[in-house]
């Protein structure tokens, strides 16, 4: 007789009799065949019934992305190799908002990342920090932001504890992690980020917003050489950052002087609002200056080149007294006079990314249509064009001023 059926009789003999009518041994069996069916592994009898009971299997910490959606991404995974694969959904913590990427600019950092010579990069890296994108979810509730807006972002971390965080200069920190450098970046459907990190720039679009960031550390530089309309500012290189830089001197008022080689990036500049330009391939530098400066020298020289002629070149033409401030890192090491530190009394500095009042007066200036937005672009690509955008580049950056990317 199998177990269920034994139960069945005992079953009919209470209900006939009363719970008295069970024997205290064939008490014992029962108690026995429940303590063998509560048993994780116990199967029942005959063909019909394999099912074994047994808890819900709980997932495995070290392999929980199997449970994670996946979505879109630009991968470079070496030097020179890239391509559209998939990466986990990120899941927005407290105090972030979850953003859907509309729109991304390339910025110099992402090509020598594709290059192999950004030092800070390692491999595989998601590239892209120039952000457009649209709130899809908030888990701040201190935040205003509402699904569905569309903003930009400061794609930079702090870690609030080091001598730069102390003092209030966020922009400078010493374990700073950039997106699409130290950290995967935008070139994917989804990135959560911080609610402080992100702006609303009310009328501008998609490109508008892109360009923001790249903005913000010209306009740092400016604010760093304390620039006024009293100024006479000269700018060396007119690439995304020069303009930047000239850009904000003019939304000063100052005398802005752009500098470069190539005529096609010195008319963007006069388009961004530069009060005089000098080739200097066609056109002597120091006489120029001096012309334009009644024989001072600029104020202010911002070196946006990053080339050891330029940093010594940058004291040497500064006026008395003046500031002089590098944005970009030279690409060799530099020798300098330093006595011209001394006897011009120089200000020396050095400016890095940006702090939220730079992103506020650059969303300003875009407000006023002050940018040449359509200028600066080189090319609009799909998300699919991607790859072959960046080896394009790579084969000829000197066509290339800025390169944006729909991604949604």
């Not at 099912?51 to 995974?77: E, F, G, H, N």
């Not at 702006?199 to 892109?210: H, I, M, P, S």
Request: aromatic share 6%; glycine share 8%; with cysteine.
């Amino acid at each position: 007789m199998h177990w269920y059926q034994f139960t069945l009789v005992v079953v009919k003999r209470v209900a006939r009799e009363g719970p008295t009518a069970i024997p205290e041994e064939v008490s014992r069996m029962l108690n026995a065949y429940a303590a063998a069916i509560l048993a994780p592994d116990y199967r029942l009898p005959g063909p019909a019934s394999p099912r074994r009971l047994r808890p819900a299997p709980k997932p495995d910490a070290a392999s929980d992305t199997v449970y994670k959606k996946t979505m879109k991404a630009l991968i470079i995974q070496n030097p020179g190799e890239i391509a559209i694969g998939n990466t986990a959904e990120p899941a927005p913590k407290a105090g972030e908002v979850l953003l859907r990427v509309r729109m991304l600019g390339l910025c110099g950092s992402d090509l020598n990342t594709f290059r192999g010579k950004n030092p800070m990069v390692s491999f595989p890296r998601i590239p892209g920090h120039e952000i457009a994108a649209t709130v899809e979810e908030v888990r701040d509730p201190a935040s205003t932001l509402k699904p569905g807006t569309t903003v930009t972002l400061s794609p930079y971390t702090s870690c609030g504890v080091c001598a730069s965080c102390r003092r209030g200069r966020f922009n400078a920190c010493k374990s700073n992690q950039t997106l699409g450098v130290q950290r995967d970046g935008g070139l994917t459907d989804l990135i959560s980020v911080p609610a402080s990190k992100i702006f609303v720039a009310e009328g501008l679009n998609l490109e508008e917003l892109c360009i923001v960031e790249p903005l913000t550390v010209g306009f740092h530089a400016v604010a760093r050489g304390r620039v006024t309309q009293e100024d006479s500012v000269a700018i060396f290189g007119c690439g995304g950052i020069g303009l930047g830089a000239v850009a904000a001197a003019a939304f000063r008022h100052a005398q802005t002087i752009a500098i470069d080689i190539d005529d096609a990036k010195l008319q963007i500049a006069r388009e961004a609002g530069a009060t005089h330009t000098i080739n200097t391939r066609t056109e002597p530098l120091h006489e120029k200056l001096q012309e334009l400066t009644a024989g001072l020298g600029p104020d202010v020289v911002i070196e946006a080149v990053g080339l050891p002629a330029t940093f010594t070149t940058a004291v040497e033409e500064v006026a008395f007294t003046g500031r002089v401030v590098y944005i970009g890192y030279a690409k060799d090491p530099v020798t300098y006079e330093t006595r011209l530190f001394v006897q011009k009394e120089l200000d020396i500095l050095g400016s890095r990314n940006a702090l939220p009042e730079d992103f506020a007066e650059v969303i300003r200036m875009l407000q006023q249509h002050r940018f040449p937005v359509k200028r600066a672009i080189t090319r609009v690509v799909t998300f699919d064009q991607a790859p072959a955008a960046f080896t394009d580049w790579s084969n000829n950056p000197a066509a290339v001023s800025k390169i944006m990317i729909r991604v949604n």
